[in-house]
């Protein structure tokens, strides 16, 4: 069982940048693909990017095409989602989590059915 834990979040302005962090202590970290879903009320878990386990493929939904980044840092056991120029529309509770159902990228975007073990999420809220 992959344990995440997600920090970085918080109240900021439209405009502004965040940088999320999810922290693993598994040994397996670096095997897996990782992604960035978020959830806002009353809404379904969405997917927002996801990475793949050494880093050499990144994916994101269209809406944050261009204005976010995700990265990895296996030694440390870290994966990061760098979020500029926010919207109030990004407001959500962002969670990580691993891939556990091996997903072909080239035919679309992947469910959060797909993915687990996610940690309790981090609240972002981008005020207008």
């Known amino acids: 069982q992959v344990q995440l834990v997600e920090s970085g979040g918080g109240l900021v302005q439209a405009g502004d940048s965040l940088r999320l962090s999810c922290s693993s202590s598994?040994?397996?970290?670096?095997?897996?693909?990782m992604g960035w879903f978020r959830q806002a009320p009353g809404k379904e878990r969405e997917f927002v990017a996801a990475i793949s386990w050494k880093g050499g493929n990144t994916y994101y939904a269209d809406f944050v095409k261009g204005r976010f980044s995700i990265s990895r840092e296996n030694a440390k056991k870290q994966m990061y989602l760098q979020m500029n120029s926010l919207r109030p529309e990004d407001t959500a509770l962002y969670y990580c989590?691993?891939?556990?159902?091996?997903?072909?990228?080239?035919?679309?975007?992947?469910?959060?059915?797909?993915?687990?073990?996610w940690g309790q999420g981090t609240q972002v809220t981008v005020s207008s």
């Open positions: 989590g691993v891939e556990l159902t091996l997903h072909d990228y080239g035919t679309g975007l992947p469910t959060a059915a797909e993915f687990g073990s």
């Open positions: 598994t040994r397996t970290f670096s095997s897996w693909t």
